[in-house]
């Protein structure tokens, strides 16, 4: 499974954005899609997940209420809507693949088989 995530960019606190991320074969049968993000200096993060079906998601605490995880299993594509960015949310953002659900697995990134090239998001305070 190759992944392509897009979307990102320079944003005003506040704003939104919608990251995407397009999987070269269908997602449906198999894989619970997450976000990760890494910011500068930093390690990288857990965000959100969603399961096959999309029945279930996980967020991490720093992002639960303002980021949603949904996907489009017919377009094999999985995006993370982003509301009320903060300064603190710059980093450049990963979607993975993994083949287990559990949310103490899914937040954890050695736990995922493929990554995408990543997107880079800057919120301007």
């Known amino acids: 499974v190759q992944l392509q995530a897009s979307g990102g960019g320079l944003v005003q606190a506040g704003g939104s954005l919608r990251l995407s991320c397009a999987a070269s074969r269908r997602t449906s049968t198999s894989y619970i899609m997450g976000w990760f993000r890494q910011a500068p200096g930093k390690e990288r993060e857990f965000v959100a997940a969603i399961s096959w079906s999309g029945d279930r998601s996980y967020y991490a605490d720093s992002v639960k209420g303002r980021f949603t995880i949904s996907r489009d299993n017919g377009e094999s594509t999985v995006y993370l809507q982003m509301n009320s960015l903060k300064p603190e949310d710059t980093a450049v953002y990963y979607c993975?693949?993994?083949?287990?659900?559990?949310?103490?697995?899914?937040?954890?990134?050695?736990?995922?088989?493929?990554w995408g090239q990543g997107t880079l998001v800057t919120v301007s305070s």
């Open positions: 993975a693949a993994a083949t287990y659900w559990n949310e103490d697995y899914v937040k954890v990134g050695n736990n995922y088989n493929y």
